[in-house]
Structure formats: C-alpha cells, structure tokens
C-alpha cells in the first residue's frame, strides 16, 4: 500500500467538503492542512485524481503526489495526526 499527499484547491466551500468525503471514502486518511491530506491505498494516482476531480469545478486544482523518501512539518492537527504522518509519510 502507499501513501499519497493529495493538495487541491477550490472555488467553494461545497467543493472542499465534496473532496474531503471522496478522501475520508478512504481507510487511511490524515489532514496535513485546509488544502492537503495524506492517504494510503492500493490504487494509482490517476485513479485518485479522477475520483477527486468528479467532484470539483472546472477550475480547481488537484495535485497527487506518491510520497516515500523524506517528509518534515510542524504544526499538524495534533498529536494523533503527527504519529499517523510520521508512520506512514
């Protein structure tokens, strides 16, 4: 299984909360920040983007990255979000 950084940007709040459901659809989800969550799953990264992009405008932005080398933050959403990032980043 990988993990993918999954960052987007949208016009709305309604597509925000329609992206943050496809990526909480997932069984290993973590918010990094308003715009950046972090996933494991089996499947490719186009087969995330296409899911992300079903529910965004025209407009917005989606970007999905593999992960696996190197990460560094500070300030995640907690204690829990910061072990689950460091165990699977």
Known sequence: MNCYVVTFETKNKESRAKVEEVLKSYD???PIH???????????????RDKVT??????????????????AWINSYGKKNSEWLKENL
Not at 34 to 48: P, Q, R, S, V
Not at 54 to 71: I, K, P, Q, Y
């Open 28 to 30: 290993y989800y973590c």
């Open 34 to 48: 308003l715009y950046c969550w972090a996933i494991k799953t089996e499947e490719k990264a186009t087969t995330i």
């Open 54 to 71: 079903a529910v965004t405008g025209a407009n917005d932005r989606v970007f999905v990255l593999r992960s696996g080398t190197e990460a």
